[in-house]
């Protein structure tokens, strides 16, 4: 890892918290459009999934509690409380982690890879098994 950050090209592109922290906004939204509107139709609406505007905050180091602009998708479910559905996440194959904002639940495009969101995106759909 170290030689990684010796090229900074290489840096941002391999090394997972310099990617996030750097993506573009715009890219951001998209994913977290793609996101909303995939859980919203693999769920049949069981599962209400919007775009929302959010902060990103990145941990200790250098940067503590630094903000970053970033889009997230606020889920709600139909059928279950936010701390039941937050736990439904965690517990999926694989697990999702999400964070509570108020009375949203939160998942933060910013730390979830295309790939990711594809896989959430499939395993939304046992989230509304009751």
């Given at each position: ?78 059928r279950q409380t936010l701390n039941e ?46």
């Open positions: 890892t170290l030689m990684e950050y010796a090229d900074a090209g290489r840096a941002f592109k391999n090394i997972p918290v310099l990617e996030m922290l750097t993506q573009d906004i715009t890219e951001i939204r998209k994913r977290a459009a793609r996101l909303a509107a995939g859980i919203r139709k693999q769920t049949a609406g069981l599962i209400e999934a919007t775009l929302t505007e959010d902060l990103s905050y990145a941990g200790g180091g250098s940067l503590p509690g630094h903000e970053f602009p970033t889009y997230a998708v606020s889920i709600k479910s139909k559905l937050e736990q439904r996440l965690r517990g999926s194959t694989p697990p999702v982690i999400s964070r509570i904002k108020g009375d949203m639940l939160l998942l933060d495009a910013r730390t979830i890879s295309d790939s990711e969101a594809r896989a959430i995106i499939v395993v939304s759909k046992a989230w509304c098994v009751t």
